[in-house]
């Protein structure tokens, strides 16, 4: 299982890889594909923004993260990391877009923050242990990530990292995987 995990975690990585290959030798002309909010045309950018960045730096920062907090949500099972990678890009995105002040919005970090949110509580929802330790173990570690949801620099959609939280906190409770248990 290890082994198929981390050929997926390869996979999933590669995909922004390539991306940003294309976008740093085209000159960053794929971030017209980014998230504009209330602009009709931009509603693409819903699902193209998370995988654009506007610097190699930028690309860098965001994949020192992203496969790993990819790696621990497999831990509740490939499709419902599938959906929940879903969700995330699908809310944040449409919130950035209805809710987020009129500037250009690229990068993976509401994705990376939807995973934050998701692996924050999905565990205490869970109640498996394993699970419980993964979530204790990201906010021990990553913890102070939660600052990055305030406005602190103009270039830095920090919209993004408040509604990919959201949206990974709502899916972490409506993606647990408990039965619901109906009373009379």
């Known amino acids: 299982m290890l082994k198929k995990n981390l050929k997926l975690i390869l996979g999933f990585t590669a995909v922004f890889a390539v991306i940003e290959v294309i976008n740093l030798f085209t000159g960053r002309s794929l971030n017209q594909l980014g998230l504009l909010p209330r602009e009709v045309q931009a509603l693409p950018g819903i699902l193209t923004a998370p995988f654009l960045h506007g610097s190699l730096a930028h690309f860098i920062s965001n994949m020192l993260v992203l496969p790993l907090f990819a790696f621990?949500?497999?831990?509740?099972?490939?499709?419902?990391?599938?959906?929940?990678?879903?969700?995330?890009?699908?809310?944040?995105?449409?919130?950035?877009?209805?809710?987020?002040?009129?500037?250009?919005h690229i990068g993976a970090s509401g994705l990376i923050y939807g995973q934050f949110g998701f692996l924050l509580l999905a565990g205490f929802y869970h109640r498996h242990l394993i699970k419980i330790l993964i979530s204790l173990g990201v906010g021990a570690i990553y913890g102070s990530m939660i600052f990055g949801v305030f406005p602190s620099r103009p270039f830095i959609s920090w919209e993004y990292h408040l509604f990919g939280f959201v949206a990974g906190v709502l899916a972490a409770h409506y993606f647990n995987g408990r039965k619901t248990q109906k009373g009379h």
């Open 72 to 104: 621990l949500m497999l831990e509740y099972g490939h499709k419902r990391a599938f959906f929940v990678h879903l969700w995330i890009i699908v809310m944040s995105g449409l919130m950035v877009w209805l809710f987020g002040r009129y500037a250009l």
